[in-house]
């Protein structure tokens, strides 16, 4: 499902004659890139020297390629997003779609959540998730403050918790929490109002998935897979990429219209329990699994 070294693991996969490969990013396309954003480079070819810096590009995705032919793997996307982009890239390799999974967790009162948090009841509570914090280019870490401030603006009441970072710290309403477990996690969510997911670049998102889970609305900007697992205006709010004023604005939104947002996460736990459970996941890989037995 994921590797630090890609070229080795092929290498090491030869000869065995049914192998499954799972995409999480675009890795597997280009010379360096896990998102290529904007550059060609993943299906035109990588260019000598690459724009973006990675070493020895052309030779590293040329290279991928003729293992990814000689092993002849089936491969599975969790995004339709993704798995079009290897479709052009890589074709003549088959590229099953099977959404990611998360558990679906047991609800937790909110009122219970927020008192063990030390939050009162009528703090408006915006979480935002992001492995590497603000420091984190892909999932837009850069853009948080200005989202935050834009909340906070319209918002008086609103407390911002940004979960992802190296370290804990409060700037007025604003709380920065390092990595937490799923437990700990859990709690947070509970005691949210709206999940903000500011990704420039991102395949199927675990952190919405489990926000959704947790019956939160989501306000992303439409990128990647995304828009395949928010329904905007139903389960949250979508806008276009890189737009942090609009992304403040449908999050402020949510917070004088309580009735709209409690019905968006309703309708949010509801579809990932049909669509996004870990159990259909599962299921899932087991029909591709048995199609390759059988083949």
């Given at each position: ?215 939160l609305p989501v306000c992303a900007f439409v990128v ?11 389960t949250g709010r979508l806008v276009p990429v890189g ?53």
């Amino acid at each position: 499902h994921a590797t630090a070294d890609w070229l080795l693991a092929l290498s090491a996969l030869r000869g065995h004659p049914r192998v499954v490969i799972t995409l999480h990013d675009a890795a597997l396309l280009t010379g360096g890139c896990i998102q290529p954003f904007d550059c060609p480079g993943w299906h035109q070819g990588c260019l000598s020297p690459c724009p973006r810096g990675y070493a020895n590009a052309e030779e590293r995705q040329r290279h991928l390629r003729e293992l990814l032919y000689e092993l002849a793997p089936y491969l599975v996307s969790p995004s339709g997003w993704l798995a079009r982009m290897v479709r052009q890239a890589l074709p003549g390799l088959p590229c099953a779609v099977v959404p990611n999974g998360v558990s679906i967790p047991e609800t937790i009162d909110a009122g219970a959540a927020r008192r063990a948090l030390g939050i009162g009841a009528e703090a408006f509570v915006v979480l935002c998730l992001a492995h590497g914090g603000e420091t984190s280019q892909l999932k837009g870490g850069g853009l948080w403050t200005t989202i935050w401030d834009a909340v906070k603006q319209a918002v008086p009441n609103a407390l911002g918790v940004f979960v992802g970072g190296d370290a804990m710290r409060r700037d007025g309403d604003l709380l920065r929490l390092p990595y937490l477990d799923q437990a700990h996690l859990h709690i947070v969510r509970a005691a949210a109002d709206v999940f903000i997911h500011p990704s420039l670049a991102d395949n199927h998102p675990l952190g919405i998935l489990e926000a959704m889970a947790a019956g939160l609305p989501v306000c992303a900007f439409v990128v990647g897979g995304v828009p395949e697992i928010v329904r905007d205006g139903v389960t949250g709010r979508l806008v276009p990429v890189g737009d942090a004023a609009t992304l403040a604005l449908v999050c402020a939104e949510f917070a004088a219209q309580p009735h709209v947002r409690r019905g968006f996460g309703k309708a949010a736990r509801d579809l990932a329990t049909r669509c996004f459970d870990e159990r259909r996941m599962a299921r899932d890989y087991l029909r591709v699994y048995g199609t390759l037995k059988g083949a």
